[in-house]
C-alpha cells in the first residue's frame, strides 16, 4: 500500500527509482574509484605514466561499466575502464573482428 511503511529507513518509492533512469543512465559513476581520487593520474601527459591509474581501476567494481561507456562515446582521451586511448581502440577493433 502507498504511504505505508514497514521498516524504519524503508523508502516507498526507492524500487521505483530505476523506472526514471534516463537512457544512458551513469549512476555507475557515483560508484568509481577515480572520482574519490586526484583526476590529474586519469589523464596523464602524453607520454606520461598511466600505472598509477590502472591500479585504482583494477580495483574499480564499475570497471567494466566505465569501460562501455569510454567505447560508447568515443572518449579519445584519458584511462577509462583500465585503458588507454589507444588500448581501448585496439579492443574495438578486436571486437569488431570477432563479430
Known sequence: MWGVIDEPGDEPLGDLWGLFAPEGDVFWQHKALCSQTDPEAFFPEKGGSTRDAKRVCA???????????????????????????????RYKRERKERA
Open 59 to 89: 580495483k574499480c567494481e564499475v570497471r567494466e561499466q566505465c569501460l562501455q561507456w569510454a567505447i560508447e562515446h568515443d572518449e579519445r582521451f584519458g584511462i577509462w575502464g583500465g585503458m588507454s586511448e589507444r588500448e581501448r581502440r
